[in-house]
């Protein structure tokens, strides 16, 4: 993946297993959220190749009815939450329903007061984001993320933006998602709750994947090796 002349990732080889729960982590710049916005095709990679499910795109031959197919099977959950500010939480959580799915009025609507109240958020259905908190806004933004059944949520440090005593509340929200046989990637440096939820972690540094394993022996804080240290310069 490159922008312009400067080659941001390099030599990822990466493979996800259905329905796991994927952390990743590394320094800051190191290519985390480049690598994420690859996966759901927001930036088009430069070389190589990317597959969800029966859905592949090459970099060689990049056609919009692909970049369609994969994106219709992945969503992304930002740091700034992205919801449409000129639509209630309901709505906002309606709209993948109503846009992509040509799913009836009625039946958007009864779907994603379900979502939402799964997400103890049926209260505030008929407000707009600027009314609501970054945690509520979060939660909603998640929701939509997953009312279409997405084979695939790409989650882009879904808790930075959040004020400290909001940040629980939204890890919940991830955590009881996990449970379900949804396929995650996370990147974050929530290293503890990682350690939790993730089954597998992968660590970046300077646009390569310098290591991956089993998310509790990778962000373990044993040990004096570079993970390690990161890890322990997180928690
Ligand atoms: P991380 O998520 O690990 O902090 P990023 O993926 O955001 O890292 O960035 C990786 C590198 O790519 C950084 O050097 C960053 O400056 C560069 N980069 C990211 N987005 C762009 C862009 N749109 N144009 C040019 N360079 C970018």
Known sequence: MQFGKKKVL???NLEIPEGSVTA???PSGSGKTTLLRTLNLLQLPSDGSIAIDDAQIDAQHIERAKIKQIRTKSTMVFQQFNLFK?????????SPLVYNKKTKLNEARKTALAVLKDFGLEKI???????LSGGQQ???????????KPKVVLFDEPTSALDPELVAGVLNA???LA????????VTHE??????????AIFVEDGEIVDQGVAKELLSTQGNGRIANFVNSLV
Do not use: C, H, W
């Open 10 to 12: 390099n030599n990822i």
């Open 24 to 26: 990743i982590v590394g």
């Open 86 to 94: 000129n639509l209630t939480a309901l709505e906002n959580v309606m």
């Open 125 to 131: 259905a008929a407000q707009y984001p600027v009314t």
């Open 138 to 148: 979060q939660r909603v933004s998640i929701a939509r993320a997953i009312v279409a």
């Open 174 to 176: 991830i955590a009881k």
């Open 179 to 186: 449970e379900q046989d949804i396929t995650m990637v996370i």
């Open 191 to 200: 290293i503890e709750f990682a350690r939790q939820i993730a089954d597998q």
